[in-house]
């Protein structure tokens, strides 16, 4: 018998440059950051320079919540890498800050089928490589 863990989940890790490493670092912190327009207070994902909606140059990184609800999810069935084994449920949340703010992601830390829209979760990260993924969990709480 073997004390070994499992081989951690296959992930690709994405290429951190200086206009996302606040998305992608921020997880050291243990915080969620986007983008956010200084004069109008807009959020901003994904990253980009100006601000969609007042045109602004004045975007920061700033921290939200890591609190988000299901949109919508599926189920993944297909062993597509070595070592991610099937089924994991790959989600879009969205997060409380701002109608439409939202983030594609894996629900983890339950089994797929207990998944359901609206359901409440919160953020938590994994690192790789330096690289804080962000993951959201189930948070025990009954959807609104």
């Known amino acids: 018998m073997t004390d070994e863990a499992p081989p951690r989940p ?5 290429a951190v440059t ?3 490493q606040h ?3 921020g997880g ?7 983008l956010r327009c200084a004069a109008c207070g807009y959020w901003i994902h994904p990253p980009a320079p100006i601000c ?12 939200v919540s890591g609190r988000a609800a299901v949109h919508t999810f599926t189920v993944n069935w297909q062993p597509w890498y070595p070592n991610l084994d099937p089924p994991y449920v790959v989600a879009i949340v969205e997060l409380p800050e701002q109608a ?27 690192e790789r490589d330096g690289i804080w993924l962000p993951f959201f969990e189930p948070t025990g709480e009954a959807s609104p």
């Open 28 to 34: 050291a912190e243990g915080e969620l950051r986007f």
């Open 18 to 20: 200086p206009d996302n």
């Open 23 to 25: 998305f992608w670092l």
């Open 52 to 63: 969609p909606i007042c045109l602004g140059r004045d975007v920061h990184p700033d921290a």
């Open 100 to 126: 439409g703010l939202r983030l594609t992601t894996n629900i983890v830390g339950c089994q797929p089928d207990e998944v359901a829209i609206g359901m409440p979760v919160r953020v938590t990260f994994e």
């Open 10 to 14: 296959f992930r690709v890790l994405p």
